[in-house]
T-cell receptor, first 118, second 112 residues
Framework: DTGVSQDPRHKITKRGQNVTFRCDPISEHNRLYWYRQTLGQGPEFLTY????????KSRLLSDRFSAERPKGSFSTLEIQRTEQGDSAMYLCASSFRSSHLAGAYEQYFGPGTRLTVT | TQLLEQSPQFLSIQEGENLTVYCNSSSVFSSLQWYRQEPGEGPVLLVTVVTGGEVKKLKRLTFQFGDARKDSSLHITAAQPGDTGLYLC????????????FGEGTQLTVNP
């Protein structure tokens, strides 16, 4: 049983460096979401894709953040010129519309990538 | 801005006690989900509720969706140390691509 996987699990970088994270969703899932979670808070939505199309980006997402899902399968999230405020857990989730749950998209999360910017 | 408020934020109880966690909003949601998260891991889905007034049970956990689909509760009976974790409620709206809006979470500690 392959769930959502994320790589790397941990990343330590110096301020100003670029970092890239990868997410592999559950294979038949057509929607992929990125969230960010800081200590003591619930996850916050960043962006989501339906297949390869990026349909929404949070206003919280600065221009230094970019996400791609080139073939509608895995996705990457890149942060350029990292800042200490970018330190957080970056979570990926995927979903597929279930016909027996009207309007409900159950999202399944990966283990996250913990980013520390020094 | 959609906002989900969870209460309490922290809860420390003895094994065998019962507890209820609340999740409230002024917004109507298409569905509401409860997750449990361990330190350093991603949230794990416990349940999804979609119908106003719906009640779902998962062993010792009972989830209820409010009639107006604005609030939800999680009740745990006879809590066990293995129930320790961060419990998150999250609402989704069909019109928002079903992205999740999370509450801040309730950190539950069950002491043996």
């Amino acid at each position: 049983d392959t769930g959502v996987s994320q790589d790397p699990r941990h990343k330590i970088t110096k301020r100003g460096q670029n970092v890239t994270f990868r997410c592999d969703p559950i294979s038949e899932h057509n929607r992929l979401y990125w969230y960010r979670q800081t200590l003591g808070q619930g996850p916050e939505f960043l962006t989501y894709f339906q297949n390869e199309a990026q349909l929404e980006k949070s206003r919280l997402l600065s221009d230094r953040f970019s996400a791609e899902r080139p073939k509608g399968s895995f996705s990457t999230l890149e942060i350029q010129r990292t800042e200490q405020g970018d330190s957080a857990m970056y979570l990926c989730a995927s979903s597929f519309r279930s016909s027996h749950l009207a309007g409900a998209y159950e999202q399944y999360f990966g283990p996250g990538t913990r980013l520390t910017v020094t | 801005t959609q906002l989900l408020e969870q209460s309490p934020q922290f809860l420390s109880i003895q094994e065998g006690e019962n507890l209820t966690v609340y999740c409230n909003s002024s917004s109507v949601f298409s569905s509401l989900q409860w997750y449990r998260q361990e330190p350093g891991e991603g949230p794990v889905l416990l349940v999804t509720v979609v119908t106003g007034g719906e009640v779902k049970k998962l062993k010792r956990l009972t989830f209820q969706f409010g009639d107006a689909r604005k609030d939800s509760s999680l009740h745990i009976t006879a809590a066990q140390p293995g129930d320790t974790g961060l419990y998150l409620c999250a609402g989704a709206k069909e019109t928002s691509g079903s992205r999740l809006t999370f509450g801040e979470g309730t950190q539950l500690t069950v002491n043996p």
